[in-house]
């Protein structure tokens, strides 16, 4: 049995998060290294991802989340520096276009389905085979509150969200039983990262006013929920959503 000082420990764990040079990425790689494990940081924007790997002591990797030859490249990096990932968060998302659907055009749904779904598609993909030999693994996919009720003027980004969490169930159920591998998804209400830059205030109150403890999130609550997901305790919770909210969730 685990003591009690080793709880949620990472430590020899190698881990992955995609969007991790800001907002829940940053929180949750900051997380991870604070319990011992080794942490990549996948970011589009060098600095950010320079800065994060700096102070966590981390491994900086750059790229587009749906390139496969970037994620490829970034597993080689990540497995010649750590080993070969335990933990993989998807976290790097994207808002889109903020309008209502007979305003938007086919390349706003397309890129938002890229970055939110494709995206992690690829890297559950390239992750997943390696966790079955070594019948270890754990996935967490950063959903959203959206994708199970739907934002006004959040079409695209609503139905990426939905997509990944049945992705996410999907992949669940083809690996269980295979060793102690966990698929889950989380699904925050409004949090307070610069992603809300180009959310129109008038959406940013509406989702706020959904919520009944009446404010937004912060990214670290959503990292230790993560936290827990990515730990050797979570070892028969796999498929699950789960909300982070506020209060928000009524099912």
């Not at 019948?135 to 959206?146: H, L, V």
């Not at 912060?218 to 909300?243: I, K, M, N, P």
């Amino acid at each position: 049995m685990t003591s009690s000082n080793e709880f949620f420990g990472l430590h020899g764990k190698v881990a992955l998060v995609t969007g991790g040079g800001q907002g829940i990425g940053e929180a949750v790689c900051r997380r991870l290294a604070a319990a011992g494990a080794c942490v990549a940081v996948f970011d589009r924007h060098a600095e950010s991802a320079k800065q994060v790997a700096r102070e966590i002591q981390g491994l900086v990797l750059v790229g587009d989340v749906t390139s496969e030859t970037a994620i490829q490249q970034a597993l080689d990096k990540t497995g010649s520096s750590f080993g070969p990932i335990d933990i993989l968060v998807n976290n790097a998302g994207i808002v889109g276009k903020s309008a209502p659907i007979w305003d938007l055009a086919k390349a706003d749904m397309e890129g938002v389905l890229g970055v939110n779904l494709v995206g992690p598609f690829l890297w559950c993909r390239a992750v997943i085979t390696g966790m079955l030999e070594r019948r270890y693994g754990r996935i967490i996919n950063i959903a959203s509150i959206a994708g199970k009720e739907g934002n006004p003027a959040l079409g695209p980004y609503s139905a990426s969200k939905a997509g990944l969490i049945a992705l996410t169930k999907s992949l669940a159920k083809e690996v269980a039983g295979q060793g102690d591998i966990t698929i889950n998804a989380v699904s925050p209400a409004v949090i307070a990262t610069p992603l809300l830059e180009g959310i129109p205030q008038t959406t940013i109150d509406y989702m706020v006013s959904r919520i009944p403890i009446g404010r937004t999130g912060r990214a670290e609550e959503v990292a230790a929920l993560v936290h827990y997901l990515a730990s050797a305790e979570a070892s028969f919770t796999t498929g699950q959503c789960y909300d982070i909210s506020g209060g928000r969730a009524t099912y």
